[in-house]
Every structure is written in C-alpha cells, then in structure tokens.
C-alpha cells in the first residue's frame, strides 16, 4: 500500500512540475510512506499526513506544513530551511544534522524529538514545544524562541548565541557547556536547568528566574541584568 501511495504521488508530483503548476498537496495521506531524498522544495503539504513517513535527506526547502502531522516521521539530514511548521505535530520525529535555518514555527509541536546537531540558525519558534527534546551541539544562533517550553531538554554544547528566549520554560534542562554569548533569557524559567560550563558572556537574566549555585560553574562575563534576576531556592524531591 505505501509502495502504491509513493508512486502514485510520484506521478503527481512529476505532472505538476512538467506544466509549471504549483505543488499543492494539502492533506494527503503519506504516512509510513518512504520519500528518501525527494526534491519537494516549495511544496504545499499543509494537513498531510507524514507520520513515520521516511523522508531522510529530502528537500522541503520553504515547504508548507502547516498542521502537517510529521510524528515520528524521518527527517535527518533533510532540509526545512525557510519551511513553516506552524501548529505541525513534529513530536518524536528524527531531525538529527537536519537543516531549519530560518523555520517558522507557530505553537508547533516538537516533544521529544531527537534535533541533534540541527541547525536552527535564525529560525522562529513562538509558543513551540520542545520538552524533552535532544538538541546536542545544535546550532540556534540568533534563534527567536519566545515563550517556548524547552522543560527538560537536552541543549549540551548547543550554541545559543544572539538566541532570544524571552520567557521561555527551560526549567531542568540540560545547557553544559552551552553557548549563551548575547542570549536574552528575560523572564526565562531556569529553575532546576544545569549550567556547568555555559558561557554567560553579556548574557540578559533581567527577571529570570533561576538558582543561584547554578551559575557557580558558569564563565560569567558581563551578564546584564543579574541585579534583577530572581534567584529562588531548589525544589525538595519528594521521597
């Protein structure tokens, strides 16, 4: 059946592009369907269905996703540069070395995906959701991710430089050695976030809310607003 959906969507595809028409696809049903390597550059894919489709090393460059469900799908090494994920479900999805530079995403949902060494550089998450997301050695330089829920994620030796999270719940997640040059963390959670090693260098912490002995192991350098930060005390663990 996924043999028979891939050709035939094959064949959509190959007609539209020989009359120079536009890749409009919303809502069709590709799921567990293999697009490996697929040049979809530009296609329109708002609502599809892409759960666990395999499309490891495809195009999607300023694709359409909208409300695309792309669960558990295979993205790694693909490139979304410039795609909008606007409210797409992305959650447990494979976009490991994936390209997303400049990726729009409102309210998208991207829940324990595996992002490692992604890179994000300039992309726009508002309201995402990225708890428990592995984002090892990714790239979210100058990234905008306001008021985005990054609880418990996995951010070790990510490079967070010139990256803007305003107000975004970072509370246990793992920043070591992490790179915060220029980060604005105003009225960030951090409660809980393990900073070993992280680089604060003009950093912004006005009204972050975060442990004091968590930057105890930080490279503080000209950190802005620390006056104003909210130092709070751990949570017990209950027994």
């Known amino acids: 059946m996924q043999d028979l959906r891939r050709k035939h969507f094959i064949q959509r595809l190959e007609e539209a592009r020989s009359k120079g028409e536009p890749l409009l696809f919303s809502g069709i049903d590709l799921h567990e369907v293999d ?23 495809a195009n ?25 994920l606007t409210e797409a479900n992305v959650q447990q999805a494979v976009l490991i ?8 995403g409102f309210q998208t949902n991207l829940e324990a995906s595996s992002m490692d060494a992604c890179d994000l550089t300039g992309a726009m998450f508002f309201q995402a959701r990225l708890a428990n997301a592995s984002l090892v050695k990714a790239n979210l330089t100058g990234a905008m991710l306001f008021v985005t829920h990054l609880e418990r994620a996995n951010l070790t030796e990510a490079n967070l430089s010139f990256a803007n999270l305003a107000a975004a719940n970072l ?32 950093t912004t912490l006005i009204e972050a809310e975060l442990e004091q002995e968590a930057l105890a192991q930080t490279r503080l350098t ?5 006056e104003q930060a909210i130092f709070i005390k751990p949570r017990r663990r209950s027994s």
């Open 97 to 104: 070395q994936t390209q997303m530079i400049r990726t729009v």
């Open 171 to 202: 509370e246990h997640a793992r920043l070591q050695q992490a790179n915060l040059t220029e980060t604005i963390l105003t009225r960030a959670r951090l409660q809980g976030a393990d900073l070993t090693g992280a680089v604060l260098f003009y």
């Open 35 to 57: 697009l490996q390597g697929l040049d979809l550059q530009g296609i329109d894919l708002s609502k599809a269905n892409l759960r666990h489709a395999n499309l490891q090393g």
């Open 60 to 84: 999607l460059e300023k694709a359409q996703l909208f409300q695309a469900c792309l669960e558990g799908a295979n993205l790694k090494g693909a490139n979304l540069s410039g795609a909008d």
């Open 222 to 226: 000209g950190v802005r607003g620390l």
